[in-house]
């Protein structure tokens, strides 16, 4: 398929591209706005009919075959490439190099769950034999195998418009595991995803899939969503997205008359702990590679580092001026959506309430977003709770402390967190020990130097961590885990072979 597809501004429903009678109109940071249907509980309904009706083929489906859908996923999506970088860029702001980036990513994810279930070992296969002269019970047949849960619900973010949204991790992972997947536009790029629903649509034909594996419902109210949610045939839901609109969704599915999983990726401050020998050893450096990564992507990622808690003294100071100096230098940026802009400009306000800034306070033009970097002591953060809160953008808290005591009781205070990252030397390996029980309970992933932005795609990795960073209550949305959030084991008992699914009848 050649770059230039028109947009039809429709919603993909059972194969066919439907529009709906509600429309909303697009605000890209450039570029003319566009007109898109916005879908409700009708259009969710049809597409969740469908899927469910693709779930009885998709389901069985073998994984060679599953595995070459998303290979054909990812060719179109690549066919598609200076289109998504040209929507996506113009949607929101975000530079080229970072949506060609994106996009590699994107279908990297698609290949590494297609390599992943060929090799099979998600299956999780086992098998206790028949023990029919046991005493004093013979024992039976038992094989066990994972097996896709059915039709799933997927939500995007604004902030990764590919790699966290329409052909985003959590579409691969269910895609993968057997799932047909129903996601729900996000209104921040809806050009964007568009497109990538078209490349999904083109790969089902071309691989013969049924016509309900994937379905596309655009919209900008909470209707569509909350229907998808509700919906009695979705079987789990993957959000990616900000604590309130996640948690909102999450009591939903929780209060359905059948509860499903809600595995939800929200926010994080991803504190940073600085040690003393670190300190001493490259503080200005750290402090400059610090304001790097505050204010890439203009601070908004889930992964920001936006706590960073360092000891009091001259060290500590020259990682504090270094960041400052780099983050007053730094020009306002605009952001993913008018939105995001207002929500970063009242976080900020806030905190100025509690802290004190030692950022320069620029006044941001429209939809724009300034760094600003406060100081508290280990004394203030610890009685003031409401410091803790996402600031989604580029800013951030010093907290100084003044003994390990304090460090440890400061590291103590954080809810759930996607990341923690330790500077450190070798020199201060002892000081650190204490602190890892600490860090291993407050977060999915620890990282020894370097920053938190930037999430490999790995086998290894666990992008997640306890409440409130997810309610991915010991799972992952990135790397090839993901794909457990989708399945559901099954154990056959004493079943004649040919009654087996085909993952056990190789086995
Ligand atoms: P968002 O406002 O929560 O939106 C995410 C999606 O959920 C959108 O499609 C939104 O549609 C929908 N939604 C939100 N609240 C809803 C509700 N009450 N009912 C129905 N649908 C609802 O988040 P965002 O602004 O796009 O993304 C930024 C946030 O995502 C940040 O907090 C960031 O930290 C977090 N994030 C987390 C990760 C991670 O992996 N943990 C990754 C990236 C971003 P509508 O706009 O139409 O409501």
């Known amino acids: 398929m050649p770059d230039g597809t028109p947009l039809t501004g429709k919603h993909l429903i059972a194969g066919q591209w439907v529009a709906s009678d509600a429309t909303f109109t697009s605000d890209p940071v450039t570029g003319e706005p566009a007109t898109f249907c916005s879908g409700g509980a009708a259009e969710i309904d049809a597409a969740v009919t469908a899927a469910e009706e693709a779930f009885a083929t998709y389901g069985w489906t073998s994984r060679e075959t599953r595995a070459k859908f998303l290979e054909a996923i990812a060719d179109e999506i690549e066919a598609r490439g200076a289109d998504l970088t040209a929507y996506g860029s113009a949607e929101t702001g975000l530079p080229e190099a970072r949506l060609n980036g994106e996009r590699g990513r994107t279908t990297g994810q698609l290949r590494m769950f297609a390599d992943h279930i060929r090799k099979g070992d998600y299956l999780d296969v086992r098998h206790d034999a028949a023990l029919p002269d046991r005493q004093p019970l013979p024992r039976p047949d038992l094989k066990l195998v994972q097996r896709p849960l059915g039709p799933v619900g997927v939500f995007g973010a604004s902030n990764f418009p590919l790699a966290f949204s329409t052909a985003g991790g959590d579409t691969a992972a269910a895609l993968a595991a057997g799932c047909p997947v129903i996601y729900k536009g996000h209104p921040g790029h809806p050009a964007t995803g568009e497109i990538v629903a078209q490349a999904i649509d083109a790969a089902i034909k071309k691989t013969g899939m049924p016509a309900g594996t994937f379905g596309f419902v655009q919209s900008n109210t909470n209707e569509a969503g909350e229907a998808l949610v509700k919906h009695p045939l979705i079987r789990a839901v993957g959000f990616t997205g900000s604590f309130r609109g996640g948690k909102a969704l999450f009591d939903l599915a929780m209060s359905r008359p059948e509860p499903i999983p809600f595995f939800g990726e929200l926010g994080s401050i991803n504190p940073v702990f600085v040690f003393p020998e670190a300190l001493a050893k490259r503080g200005a450096a750290t402090g400059e590679g610090w304001a790097g990564s505050l204010t890439m992507g203009v601070g908004q990622f889930c992964t920001n580092p936006g706590v960073v808690v360092l000891p009091a003294g001259s060290d500590g100071d020259a990682f504090r001026d270094a960041a400052v100096a780099v983050l007053d230098g730094t020009d306002a940026q605009p952001m993913l959506t008018g939105g995001t802009a207002e929500g970063y400009a009242r976080g900020v306000e806030q905190t100025a ?155």
């Open 353 to 507: 309430k509690a802290a004190r800034q030692i950022t320069q306070a620029k006044p941001a033009p429209k939809r724009c977003g300034v760094p600003a970097v406060f100081e508290v002591t280990a004394e203030d953060w610890l009685s003031k709770p409401e410091l803790a809160h996402e600031m989604f953008g580029p800013a951030a808290i010093l907290v100084r402390t003044d003994s390990p005591e304090e460090m440890l009781a400061v590291a103590k205070s954080f809810e759930g967190q996607l990341t923690t990252t330790i500077q450190m030397e070798d020199g201060d390996i002892q000081a650190v020990q204490p602190l890892i029980p600490v860090l291993e309970r407050m977060a999915g992933r620890i990282l020894a130097n370097g920053f938190p932005t930037g999430v490999e795609v790995a086998d290894a990795m666990v992008h997640g961590g306890p409440f409130p960073a997810s309610t991915n209550f010991g799972a992952t949305s990135v790397g090839s885990l993901g794909i457990r959030r989708f399945l559901r084991p099954v154990s056959y008992q004493n079943l004649p072979a040919a009654l087996l699914p085909a993952d056990l009848q190789e086995s």
